[in-house]
Every structure is written in C-alpha cells, then in structure tokens.
T-cell receptor
C-alpha cells in the first residue's frame, strides 16, 4: 500500500520556468490537498479538491494551478516560477474533509527557484 | 474563526525525561484536534486525534494528549523521551461548517539530548 506518492523529490527551476508536481494516492480518498511548508511558518494550503472535477483555492493559490481528472491524481502546476515559490510542497489526502480522520501525507517535493 | 497556537517553537529535553509540547486552539465549533510528527526530510505522520470522544487520547510511540475545553488546550505529552522522538510536531485544528477549515500550527521542534 503506497499511500500518497509525490514526484519529483527535488527540483531546481530557473525563474520563469514552469513545472508540474505530481501526486497520486491509492486509498480511494475523495479529498486531496496541496500545502507548502516554509521554515517556521507551518503549512499553508494552496489548493484542495473534494472529488474528481472539483477544486478550490486555499490560503495561498497565486502562481499555482491544479486539476483533478481522477480520484487518484492531483497535480500541481507552477507557471512562471518565482523565487518566492522556493519551498517544500506536500500533497495529502483524506477520507473526508479531515475532521475526525486526519490526513495522509506524501514525502514532499523540495523546490528551489533560482 | 479557528486558530491554533503552539506555544513553543523549540523544546529541548534529555533522553528519559518527560516531554510536553503545548498547543492552544480557538474554534467557534466543537473541533477535531490532531498532532502530527515530521522527521527530517519526511512527510507528516498522524500521531493522534481527538474527535469528541474520550478527552485523553493515546497515540503512537507512547504519546498522548488531553483535550481541555475550559483551557482550550490540547497539549502533547510523553513520559520518557527517546532519541528517535527528535522531530517537528504540528498541532492541527479542524472543523466547522462552510468552506475549508483545517489550520496547522507553526510547529514545535523537539530536541532530545543524550
């Protein structure tokens, strides 16, 4: 049982480049999330999805886009990378909205924009 | 509105001594509360959760937390620290109606000295 799988684990981007962070889960969870983690700042929600075809913005969505064509996959797209997007990105999933169930997290993608 | 405050950014203990990581929360509803642990360069792992059942919650690796509504606290404890407990710990509050309502604390880094 793989849980939540994120790829790549590390990436260096140049300013203005684009990339997609991949996330897939095999637990048939309806809810999926993208967070970014900056030192001393906890986790900030970028986007979330309550099911295939449904996505919504979180706290810090600017500069990112998502799609959810299947239950399993929830890719995060960075357009026109900026140094402010240097961070560690975590994908997570949950059975419901998290209340009472908690999240399963991937191992993260460490992104540096130079 | 919901909020969560982890009262210490760093805690240092000696191996074999008790651990106390403090968390206060604010919520207009009866919240679900969670503690997650993050080891270096890893994703977050659920330690324990409170969902309006027993106020003393036992988690993995000997950790437990007590929900105190009168003090709006959910402190994490362990009787005897082990070197492997050195990690970052996040307190999370979730719940409420309408929209997305899961808030992560800023984290407490636990150091364990030999």
């Amino acid at each position: 049982n793989a849980g939540v799988t994120q790829t790549p684990k590390f990436r260096i981007l140049k300013i203005g480049q684009s990339m997609t962070l991949q996330c897939t889960q095999d637990m048939n969870h309806n809810y999926m999330y993208w967070y970014r983690q900056d030192p001393g700042m906890g986790l900030k929600l970028i986007y979330y999805s309550v099911g295939a075809g449904i996505t919504d913005k979180g706290e810090v969505p600017n500069g990112y886009n998502v799609s959810r064509s299947t239950t399993e996959d929830f890719p995060l797209r960075l357009e026109l990378a900026a140094p402010s997007q240097t961070s560690v990105y975590f994908c997570a999933s949950s059975y419901s909205g998290g209340e009472g169930y908690g999240y399963t997290f991937g191992s993260g993608t460490r992104l540096t924009v130079v | 509105a919901q909020s969560v405050t982890q009262l210490d950014s760093h805690v240092s203990v000696s191996e074999g001594t008790p651990v106390l990581l403090r968390c206060n929360y604010s919520s207009s509803y009866s919240p679900s509360l969670f503690w997650y642990v993050q080891h270096p360069n890893k994703g977050l792992q659920l330690l324990l959760k409170y969902t309006s059942a027993a106020t003393l919650v036992k988690g993995i690796n000997g950790f437990e937390a007590e929900f105190k509504k009168s003090e709006t606290s959910f402190h994490l404890t362990k009787p005897s620290a082990h070197m492997s407990d050195a990690a970052e710990y996040f307190c999370v509050v979730s719940g409420g109606t309408g929209g997305f309502k899961t808030i992560f604390g800023a984290g407490t880094r636990l150091f364990v000295k030999a």
